[in-house]
């Protein structure tokens, strides 16, 4: 149990889709994160909320939209994608951010675009 | 440029020692992390080192030189379960995780 769920757990959207990843920590830690992560490829950082207010966005585009309504949930809202958006899409929380706090991970929503 | 270099995969014979290294060039250093990664699974937190030396839990040992740039995961005894991607992070000097790509380790009975 890692204290921290993703919804779905896989995905499969159309390029002219809309859909939303839900996150939610059960840990009460004030830091959300949101990471792409590809094969062979780092973690890609982004979004941070820290105290719900987003702290980091690492040029994302547009087409990738976050919304932290309360220290407990974090959403990303997708719509008109690309195929090489396909990717795993991984929820992490913190104590604090801005810190060397562990991040703890949910399991990920595995996201194919078509 | 931040660079995390680990090797990209590993084999290993079950019940025999590997070691994964990690070696890092940051804008400066304020810890560093590895996690573990079963596949289609969450990544999961196995140690944190911010000083030099080694250190021990159970089968898994993680050792940092900051001088060198470097650290060393050591798994013993090892278990099939223990397959999986393992990823080195760095805490560079404003707080943010510098991660590497990840090294899959494969475990042969």
């Known amino acids: 149990e890692t204290g921290v769920t993703q919804t779905p757990r896989h995905l499969v959207m159309g390029m002219t889709n809309k859909k939303s990843l839900k996150c939610e920590q059960h840990l009460g830690h004030n830091a959300m994160y949101w990471y792409k992560q590809s094969a062979k490829k780092p973690l890609e950082l982004m979004f941070v909320?820290?105290?719900?207010?987003?702290?980091e966005n690492n040029s994302v585009p547009s087409r990738f939209s976050p919304e932290c309504p309360n220290s407990s949930h974090l959403f990303l809202h997708l719509h008109t994608l690309q195929p090489e958006d396909s990717a795993l899409y991984l929820c992490a929380s913190s104590q604090s951010w801005g810190a060397t706090d562990t991040q703890y991970f949910g399991p990920g929503t595995r996201l194919t675009v078509l | 440029g931040q660079n995390i270099d680990q090797p990209t995969e590993m084999t290993a014979t079950e019940g025999a020692i590997v070691q994964i290294n990690c070696t890092y060039q940051?804008?400066?250093?304020?810890?560093l992390f590895w996690y573990q990664q079963h596949a289609g699974e969450a990544p999961t937190f196995l140690s944190y080192n911010v000083l030099d030396g080694l250190e021990e839990k159970g089968r898994f040992s993680s050792f940092l030189s900051r001088s060198k740039g470097y650290s060393y995961l050591l798994l013993k005894e090892l278990q099939m379960k223990d397959s999986a991607s393992y990823l080195c992070?760095?805490?560079?000097?404003?707080?943010?995780?510098?991660w590497g790509a990840g090294t899959k380790l494969i475990i042969k009975p």
């Open positions: 992070a760095v805490v560079d000097s404003n707080y943010q995780l510098i």
């Open positions: 940051t804008s400066g250093f304020n810890g």
């Open positions: 909320y820290s105290l719900e207010e987003r702290v």
